[in-house]
């Protein structure tokens, strides 16, 4: 295996990238790893990235959009300094032992490999994140963290360790693409990459993703007690104890939680559980079982209830109606 150059060092030579598209990736995902690049040659007014796609098999891979990729097959690729890897929905699909096998082999010529939205769950199970710190999107962030146990998974935005790089979507993508740029080519050309998408806030890697991207509506107490929410899904906390974690008190907190959102914390609490609920019976295979589990049911009965107030349906017809497929119990 080859030790893998430094591409965040200051370089003038082009960086010769790979892009490999998966099928069902997210438009937004795409656009954000190439569109750096492609602001980047055209402020610098010559090729600083250089790069190509690749699809699993040849054949062009089509987004969620409808837009088809056209690329080579991955199996042909013979020399990168940067494969992004950049993937949606499908990860279970997408995951097979030729990916695998042809990710291994790039990453063992020496390339940086990178991983956007779904792409890390690819690397890791290539066994390419093994002792690395890495993120992903938070929906496959807790699956990603226990299933490869040698991965240590981060709730970061984006994270670069050593030869890896790794986000958890469309905009930490941006962010990530804008540190690459800003270590090798500088940080005035990164801002004025940034100014290209009026992209003005500053990437901070380390800060956490958000499940719901944030209410405006939420004062700086509310925000605080729903974030905790949020990471506790599959064990709730007592709203005292969230109260006390937020440095007040359980009348306060439901007073802001009143004031703010027009609702309890108890009722935001059950109601960010029940949105989880929907997110896992509708993206993935998980048995209702587990769904039940993630999101703080202790029982088939009291999730089935819940849910169908919640959604109006049944988990079980929910699935069915949007796979034409039952689902395990």
Not at 92 to 115: E, Q
Not at 159 to 166: C, E, F, L, N, V
Request: charged share 20%; with cysteine; proline share 6%.
């Amino acid at each position: 295996m080859k030790s893998a150059k430094n591409i965040f060092t200051p370089s003038a030579d082009p960086l010769k990238t790979a892009v490999l598209v998966l099928d069902d990736c997210n438009t937004l995902s795409f656009a954000a790893g190439i569109d750096p690049m492609r602001a980047a040659n055209r402020l610098a007014g010559r090729r600083l990235f250089d790069w190509s796609y690749v699809t699993a098999t040849g054949a062009p891979a089509r987004l969620t959009s409808g837009i088809a990729v056209p690329g080579d097959a991955l199996a042909r690729l013979t020399r990168c300094d940067l494969l992004l890897v950049i993937a949606g929905f499908g990860l279970d699909r997408h995951d097979t032992p030729a990916l695998r096998a042809s990710l291994r082999r790039v990453a063992a010529s020496g390339a940086t490999i990178g991983g956007i939205d779904g792409g890390p769950w690819l690397l890791a199970s290539a066994g390419l994140l093994d002792g690395y710190r890495a993120t992903t999107h938070w929906e496959d962030l807790d699956r990603l963290a226990s299933r490869f146990p040698e991965v240590r998974a981060l709730q970061d935005r984006f994270h670069i360790d050593g030869a890896r790089m790794s986000c958890g979507g469309a905009l930490p993508a941006i962010d990530m693409m804008l540190q690459l740029i800003r270590a090798r080519y500088g940080a005035a050309l990164a801002a004025r990459v940034a100014g290209i998408f009026i992209h003005d806030s500053p990437a901070d890697p380390a800060r956490a993703q958000r499940r719901g991207g944030g209410d405006p509506r939420h004062s700086p107490l509310t925000g605080r007690a729903s974030a905790l929410m949020e990471q506790t899904l599959d064990a709730p906390l007592p709203i005292a104890e969230i109260a006390r974690r937020c440095g007040t008190s359980p009348r306060t907190l439901e007073a802001q939680f009143r004031a703010r959102l027009g609702t309890t914390p108890q009722a935001h609490s059950l109601h960010l559980r029940l949105s989880e609920a929907l997110r896992l019976v509708g993206d993935t295979d998980m048995p209702l079982m587990d769904v039940a589990l993630a999101t703080g049911f202790g029982s088939q009965s009291s999730f089935a209830r819940a849910f169908r107030a919640a959604h109006g349906q049944s988990a079980r017809a929910l699935r069915k109606a949007r796979t034409g497929v039952s689902s395990a119990p």
